[in-house]
Nanobody
Framework: QITLMQSGGGSVQAGGSLRLSCATS????????LGWFRQVPGKGREAVAT????????YYADSVKGRFAISQDIDENMLYLQMNSLKPDDTGTYYC???????????????????WGQGTQVTVSS
């Protein structure tokens, strides 16, 4: 069951940029985790960047700090991940996710999310 529709991704050379987009359902009230997760073969999904819509608190994996940016357009029900200065290690399948949450701390954990996008491949060549 695909609840969230995402787009973007593709193949780029190292140093290039990509922007991922995710269409979320309208939120009547605040209190949601929004996130982007990456999965590589043999490992589970791990948080790349997350956002708590109550106060705008964000989390970034150490490996992407200063290069990636998560943002939300509330009026358009959209979630974005801007990826700059891409490295081969950024390669993987990226998923957007959303769900209700009572604390920002849990936004970095996959168990906090019940709604996921279909995933999109990002491949960065050296």
């Amino acid at each position: 069951q695909i609840t969230l529709m995402q787009s973007g991704g593709g193949s780029v050379q190292a140093g290039g940029s990509l922007r991922l987009s995710c269409a979320t359902s309208p939120f009547t009230v605040r209190g949601h985790c929004l996130g982007w997760f990456r999965q590589v073969p043999g490992k589970g999904r791990e948080a790349v960047a997350t956002l708590y819509d109550v106060d705008g608190q964000t989390y970034y994996a150490d490996s992407v700090k200063g290069r990636f940016a998560i943002s939300q357009d509330i009026d358009e029900n959209m979630l974005y991940l801007q990826m700059n200065s891409l490295k081969p290690d950024d390669t993987g399948t990226y998923y957007c996710a959303a769900d209700e949450s009572y604390a920002a701390f849990y936004c970095r954990e996959t168990v906090a999310y019940g709604y996921w996008g279909q995933g999109t491949q990002v491949t960065v060549s050296s």
